[in-house]
């Protein structure tokens, strides 16, 4: 089964991501954190997109649609999640072609519905624990950045919930509940998907 997450910057689909790879031995493909694995390692490519990501805005599909490519090789387990991919209309055409080529589907989208206070609220909330513990906070976990993040979600992201109904894929979850109310909901879309 192969699923995406979709929703703005701090709706909770890393969070809900990992419960599925327990739950259901998927697999998580996060591009958010393909790029600050590649920022963080030093590559060329993170040198391109640490810029634009501590900005807030998307790095280019070409980038992000290549990293996906690799990832769909080898053993698929209990499926895929997408988590923060696709973003922009390119990128889901790009991943309906990939999974056909693979002679795979998409089974569900799911919108995680969570209002702009809260996840503002959320997002700095986490960086605030992060700097009380001494860890490192993200570049983007600031107020500029989530503003321009959250404008990202409604102007390029946003329309993919169009799309994804009108292919009769979508299902929402309201995300504002506890963890497990969450996860619990989307456990009940992929019974029935
Ligand atoms: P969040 O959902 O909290 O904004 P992510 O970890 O998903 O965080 O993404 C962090 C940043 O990485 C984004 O703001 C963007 O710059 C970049 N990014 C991640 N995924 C994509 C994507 N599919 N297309 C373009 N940029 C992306």
Known sequence: MNIILLGPPGAGKGTQASRLVETRDMIQLSTGDMLRAAKDSGTEMGKIVADV??????????????????????DTKGGFIFDGFPRTLAQADALDAL??????RLDAVIEMQVNDETLV??????????R???QAVRADDNEDSIRTRLLAYYKQTAPLIGYYHAKGALS?????GEIDEVAAAIQKVLDKA
Request: hydrophobic letters at 45%.
């Open 172 to 176: 929402v979850v309201d995300g504002l």
């Open 132 to 134: 009380a513990a001494g």
């Open 53 to 74: 990501m501590a900005r807030g805005d998307l790095v280019t599909d070409e980038i992000v649609i290549g990293l996906i490519r690799e990832k769909l090789d080898g």
């Open 99 to 104: 999974l056909a080529e693979k002679g795979e």
């Open 121 to 130: 609220q959320r997002i700095l909330g986490r960086a605030e624990e992060a």
